[in-house]
Every structure is written in C-alpha cells, then in structure tokens.
C-alpha cells in the first residue's frame, strides 16, 4: 500500500542551523524509492527553506511552506 508521509521540519526532523540527518534523508530516500509520496511541511517561509534547498533539491521532495 502506498502511503502518503508528511514531515514537519520546525525542529522534528531536522536540528536548527543543520538540517535533517543523514539517516532521515536515507529512511525518506527509501520511502520514496518505495512508491510513497514524501511532503515537507513547515509554519515558516519559502525563505527559511533556503538552508534545505540542496539537501530538498538532492533528496526529491516536495516542499509544502504555510505562513500566517
């Protein structure tokens, strides 16, 4: 069964300044290469992404930004 995968990246799956480790890259790499559908989903801008644009970019997500 294909899945669809939300991840909030304020914090959850990622450390602030950093970005998310190797190993979560690797396990959504996985999924996707499984057939799931993987989302980023963030509070903040498009602009606070920047810092994940290659690592977005490299790993083929798709970015879901929501601002108030």
């Known amino acids: 069964m294909k899945r669809i995968l ?3 990246v304020d914090g959850t ?6 970005g998310p480790s190797r190993e979560t ?5 996985s999924a ?3 057939g ?3 989302f980023l989903s963030t ?3 498009i602009a ?5 644009m290659r690592l977005v970019l490299m790993a ?8 108030s």
């Open 60 to 67: 083929g997500y798709t970015v879901l930004a929501a601002t």
């Open 32 to 34: 996707r290469a499984a």
């Open 36 to 38: 799931h559908k993987v």
């Open 6 to 8: 939300f991840f909030d």
């Open 48 to 52: 606070y992404l920047t810092q994940y």
């Open 13 to 18: 799956i990622s450390i602030p300044g950093k």
């Open 25 to 29: 890259v690797q396990a959504i790499r």
């Open 43 to 45: 509070g903040q801008s």
